[in-house]
């Protein structure tokens, strides 16, 4: 009762806030608004940040988690055991940490790629399959990598000399590969939905949850950071995306630069792919992937396109990710706050549109993100 | 278009019965000529997506011809038999049903120059909606439909009323607030179902009462689909006939011209995600009151609709962005759909192929100088030999 009340005292304020400042924004005379309502943009971004409060507390109250308990149970989950959380955490952080940090170089280079989660798919069953020709569950990895490449070619090469919406181009791959998943784990191995790996093309995992790919994933996130801020190259590809006429000027192909950096992406998040089956589950689930490629398009955002940040978030978040799984088997939470599993779901979501709303002016896109460069 | 005004005025002197009718052929000519190039990037782009499916069909050891006609027994066409089967032909409406609304939204976005993919979310927030309403509120016969149906579709337009806040006044890139949106209500609403709104079984929000349900056409066609292409028609009128909807365009055209015209660009920004809120909460009711395949009920696995809003993205692409061409385009891909099973029963191919496919017509379309680029290279190399 008393959470609710607070909550619906907090929306009301929110509520009266928003409801000022969008009557000034219409220039409708109002009475009396507070002259630091005034200003475009801390404007904008109030009203923003109060309509997502507003939408969460609506969220809460749609699971029921307006309640004392939950003070009790967030206490509990902050007094449980880490270690074996952040260690499976890092599992999810894998494959997010890839995918995110191939796009954020993709982007700093000005092609945005919301296919990320078709990569994943396709990623999947060609590496596991190539895994299984090859007999390696290194080699799988690779095959995957290669897929992602191929794609991410693909898609800038369409991007670059074709001019193709690149947005289109996303939800394309991304349409393409959910029934190319489907219809490959049928043709390939007969069965519907799914398929398990041999063990032994399984990567080996250090300490129960850790694998190497990890390593690899943080290793790839730093060699990223460096790249991006302490080379030439890497100087190129963020003048590729901020104003190409200039990298144009001084003699580089940006379209050269603009492929090579998506094909690299893609091939990051092709590798993240194959480690969900070779890696991860040891078998090939039609639903697995579903989301992730959406989740690390949101680490990318919020990370604000820097590799290292990226990492950190991506591991936040598959954390988060955990810890709703935690929620979810604990049997005193489940019971009692049987939406805490939802809305930990979609925590890493709020937290993105919070950041992109809060941070919007501070850390801004490329300016020629999603534009193809058409020369004068 | 002075010559077609005179040419307007002139007929309208003499207008006897055959002038009405020359007049009525010159503006359908008219509007064939402004529509041949759009439907001939459509076409191409399905020829080349059926191509591909050809391809992936013949590496996998299928035979294309075969599976093909297989698949268009589901638009009714029994090629084989020599025979139209009407109930296939229903079915594929109403497949295509919540396609033409879905596409609404990404086409309405897109007029606007906004890329809103957020149907998807929308179309859950919808469907639960109206399976709340239908099955958990008793009205009389008639008014309950109206009412679940309005229902979803204001819950659908309060979900994009979100990611339209934030673009309008914070500045945040609609395609990270819709996907963020769609995936918020992919675990909003199995919720939703499993603790408020299930019946008798847990995983499943409780049936549609009798009155909430749309009177049965034939097959799984409801009285849903006139709702649906009304829905297009009155889109398509209100942005080609009112000013709104010209703003509206205006903005997505040229966004500068807009401003300088004096157009409110975030009341035209706000309007198409509204239209497009709408249109994605009628597709979500059209599968829980409007289809009985589907049991008239919501799975909390949202099997029955997931996947829906982003197919729509396909259907507005190929129909052009237009509410008009997106009916014909979502037949086009329902029958296809419909017809993928058939392509299974008859031959084991996977009918998740025609998704695929969907997806290549997409990459085909996202290139808008497609068919022009390769017209000049065909010339090219036609003209090489002299």
């Not at chain 2, 929308?122 to 009389?140: D, E, F, K, R």
Request: aromatic share 10%.
């Amino acid at each position: 009762m008393i959470l609710e009340g607070i909550a619906f005292a907090l929306a009301v304020f929110a509520l009266g806030l928003s409801l000022m400042a969008l009557l000034d924004t219409f220039r409708i005379k109002t009475p009396k608004v507070p002259a630091w309502l005034h200003g475009e943009k801390i404007r904008g971004r109030i009203i923003g940040i109060v309509a997502i409060v507003v939408f969460v507390l609506y969220l809460m109250w749609a699971h029921d988690l307006l309640r004392l308990e939950l003070f009790e149970y967030t206490a509990r989950a902050l007094t449980e055991n880490w270690t074996s959380l952040i260690l499976a955490a890092s599992l999810l952080a894998t494959p997010l940490t890839l995918a995110a940090v191939g796009e954020c170089l993709s982007e700093r280079a000005g092609l945005f790629n919301i296919g990320l989660e078709g990569i994943f798919f396709l990623s999947v069953v060609v590496g596991v399959r190539g895994a299984e020709i090859l007999g390696s569950g290194v080699a799988g990895l690779v095959v995957g990598a290669l897929t992602g490449a191929l794609i991410g070619f693909i898609f800038s090469m369409m991007a670059v000399y074709l001019k193709a919406n690149q947005l289109v181009l996303g939800m394309g791959i991304n349409i393409f590969a959910t029934g190319m998943l489907a219809y490959l784990l049928m043709t390939i191995w007969g069965f519907p939905g799914i398929h398990s790996v041999r063990p032994a093309l399984h990567i080996p995992k250090l300490l129960g949850y850790l694998t190497p790919v990890f390593f690899v994933a943080v290793i790839v996130a730093i060699v990223a950071h460096i790249i991006l801020h302490k080379t030439l190259f890497g100087l190129r590809i963020r003048a590729a995306g901020e104003k190409p006429e200039a990298v144009d000027v001084a003699g580089v192909r940006i379209d050269r630069i603009r492929i090579l950096v998506c094909t690299v992406g893609a091939a990051l998040a092709g590798l993240g792919g194959a480690f969900f089956a070779l890696g991860w589950f040891g078998e090939i689930v039609k639903e697995m992937a579903v989301g992730m490629g959406f989740i690390a398009l949101a680490v990318v955002v919020v990370a604000g396109l820097e590799p290292l940040l990226a990492l950190a978030v991506a591991f936040v978040f598959g954390f988060v990710r955990v810890l709703a799984d935690w929620v979810a088997t604990s049997a005193g939470i489940s019971s009692v706050l049987p939406g805490a599993f939802y809305l930990m779901h979609m925590v890493p979501f709020i937290v993105t549109l919070l950041v992109v709303t809060i941070f919007i002016g501070r850390r801004p896109f490329p300016k020629a993100l999603g534009k193809p460069y058409i020369r004068e | 278009m002075i010559t077609r005004i005179e040419r307007n005025a002139n007929t309208e002197i003499n207008a006897g019965e055959d002038e009405v009718v020359a007049r009525l052929f010159g503006t359908i000519r008219e509007h064939l000529r402004t529509l041949k190039r759009p439907l001939a990037d459509s076409l191409f782009a399905l020829f080349i997506g059926l191509l591909i499916g050809a391809a992936l069909m013949l590496v996998f050891g299928h035979n294309p011809i075969t599976g093909y006609i297989s698949m268009l027994k589901g638009f009714g066409l029994f090629i084989r038999e020599g025979s139209f089967n009407k109930t296939e032909f229903l079915e594929a409406l109403a497949y295509s049903v919540p396609l033409m609304l879905t596409a609404i939204t990404f086409a309405v976005g897109m007029r606007a120059g906004i890329f809103n993919i957020g149907a998807e979310g929308q179309v859950y927030m919808g469907a639960v909606a109206a399976a709340w309403i239908g099955g958990h509120l008793v009205l009389p016969t008639g008014i309950h439909v109206l009412v679940a149906t309005a229902f979803a579709m204001l819950v659908g337009a309060l979900w994009a009323i979100l990611p339209a806040i934030l673009k309008i006044f914070a500045g945040v890139h609609e395609v990270i607030s819709s996907i963020m949106l769609n995936w918020i209500a992919f675990f909003h609403v199995p919720y939703l179902i499993i603790h408020h709104f299930a019946g008798a079984y847990a995983e499943r929000t409780a049936a549609i009462l009798p009155t909430a349900r749309y009177p049965v056409i034939g097959a799984s066609l409801t009285a849903v689909i006139f709702v649906a292409i009304a829905a297009c028609v009155v889109v398509y009128f209100l942005l080609w006939r009112t000013r709104a909807g010209y703003e509206l365009r205006l903005v997505g055209d040229n966004p500068d011209a807009a401003r300088y015209a004096g157009v409110n660009i975030r009341r035209a920004i706000l309007i198409s995600f509204i239209i497009g809120g709408m249109a994605a909460g009628l597709a979500g009711a059209s599968q829980v009151i409007g289809r009985p395949l589907l049991g008239w009920t919501l799975p909390a696995t949202l099997g029955t609709v997931f996947g829906l809003g982003f197919s729509g993205i396909g259907v507005a692409v190929v129909g052009r962005n237009h509410p008009i061409g997106g009916i014909f385009a979502a037949l086009l891909f329902a029958g296809m759909l419909n017809g993928a099973k058939f392509m299974e029963y008859d031959f084991g191919i996977p009918s998740d192929l025609v998704v695929a496919i969907q997806g290549v017509i997409i990459l085909a379309l996202a290139v808008p100088t497609l068919l022009p680029m390769i017209r000049k290279w065909v010339k090219k190399i036609g003209r090489k030999p002299k």
